[in-house]
């Protein structure tokens, strides 16, 4: 069997451990499932006829449905890599990959169990919040080539944000400041985009940010996908992201784990 083969294998094993993890302690999957959905709910029905205004929908809840869809999903993704930063701060604190460093496997499948483990979570978290969606109205113009567009712009995207969990992870001391590191890519840049309001509405100082920002260029590629608005080149950008932010995420990741004594 070649090295890859046995890479493979190991990355399957460190796989079924995660999801086994995740299985057994549901509390903060469920968690994170919920809180996309909540804000959904809030957002549409506490904030949606004024925020409707002020994007010239008139009040029309279901306009504004449809603009904030997508960027509740990118949330989704970032609130996902939530667990991922945990579980690699825990399992370097308690001891196990200092065991696992002494077994003959794969290094890398320590890490590459996690990340995938993680993106297959949150299919299913954006799984449940798109069905929310199309429960209290969302509906979308998309045909089934964009809406596997639009999956796979998710798909990058939670690999890219879930890399940089694992280094963030990595990086802190216990779980709970683990979970702390990740709260900018789950809510605070989220909330810096067009999820909620169009970045023409903020202030000079800010506006650029928000535009330039990856999150902003995903979002819109999504709503664009899904609504048939105009994409632009956002569709290129939020891609040449998504893939910068993995390499980056991983080669940081990689690093951290190979230095670290613990």
């Not at 399957?12 to 451990?17: D, G, N, Q, V």
């Not at 998710?154 to 280094?167: K, M, P």
Request: net charge positive; aromatic share 10%; hydrophobic share 50%.
């Amino acid at each position: 069997m070649s090295s890859t083969s046995y890479a493979l294998r190991d990355s399957a094993t460190m796989l079924r451990r995660n999801l086994l993890h995740a299985r057994r302690y549901p509390s903060m999957t469920i968690g994170v499932v919920a809180m996309p959905i909540i804000m959904l709910l809030l957002f549409v029905y506490v904030f949606g006829s004024a925020l409707s205004n002020g994007l010239g929908g008139g009040g029309d809840r279901a306009a504004y449905i449809a603009y904030v869809v997508p960027g509740i999903l990118l949330i989704t993704v970032g609130s996902g890599s939530t667990p991922t930063a945990v579980a690699v701060c825990t399992d370097m604190a308690e001891g196990i990959v200092a065991r696992f460093r002494t077994m003959a496997i794969s290094r890398a499948s320590v890490l590459i169990g996690h990340v995938v483990g993680s993106v297959i979570q949150t299919v299913v978290s954006l799984t449940l919040v798109v069905g929310v969606a199309l429960a209290i109205g969302f509906r979308s113009s998309a045909t089934p080539v964009e809406w596997l567009a639009a999956a796979g712009i998710l798909t990058l995207i939670a690999f890219a944000l879930t890399w940089v969990a694992v280094g963030l992870g990595l990086k802190s001391p216990n779980p709970e400041a683990a979970s702390n590191a990740v709260l900018p890519l789950s809510f605070l840049l989220p909330f810096i985009s067009s999820a909620f309001v169009p970045v023409d509405s903020m202030p000079s100082w800010i506006r650029w940010f928000a535009e330039y920002q990856p999150f902003t260029t995903v979002i819109e590629t999504l709503r664009g996908l899904l609504t048939g608005t105009e994409i632009g080149n956002n569709g290129l950008i939020a891609v040449a992201w998504c893939l910068g932010i993995t390499v980056a995420g991983y080669l940081w990741s990689k690093k951290i784990f190979n230095r670290d004594p613990r």
